[in-house]
């Protein structure tokens, strides 16, 4: 039974830094594939940053979406069987409720979501 909590919420003005972390409870954290997911109010759910998750990422580095490239990291501590996201140069339009999932095979797994508000 695979179980993801996120912390680390909250709210920010823009231009700061927040960072997300996502414990992974289960076995063989190391042999899932892990990615951060938002969605904001109004809008679908999107990816945001990951290791592999998507079918065209099949290197090593991390993949993110384009509006965050350069403002947030992904990492992974497969000792504490943690990710993160560190997010800087935070904006308004980030504001939206982000997500830690976690997959193996056609098996995925959510996280109940952690609120990240940006202020102007």
């Known amino acids: 039974q695979v179980h993801l909590v996120e912390t680390g919420g909250g709210k920010v003005q823009a231009g700061g830094s927040l960072r997300l972390s996502c414990v992974f409870s289960?076995?063989?954290?190391?042999?899932?594939?892990m990615g951060w997911f938002r969605q904001a109010p109004g809008k679908e759910r999107e990816f945001v940053a990951g290791?592999?998750?998507?079918?065209?990422?099949?290197?090593?580095?991390?993949d993110y979406t384009n509006s965050v490239k350069g403002r947030f990291t992904i990492s992974r501590d497969n000792a504490k069987n943690t990710i993160y996201l560190q997010m800087n140069s935070l904006k308004p339009e980030d504001t939206a409720v982000y997500y830690c999932?976690?997959?193996?095979?056609?098996?995925?797994?959510w996280g109940q979501g952690s609120q990240v508000t940006v202020s102007s």
């Open positions: 290791f592999n998750w998507n079918w065209y990422d099949n290197d090593s580095d991390p």
């Open positions: 289960g076995r063989a954290f190391s042999t899932y594939t």
């Open positions: 999932a976690a997959k193996i095979g056609a098996y995925e797994h």
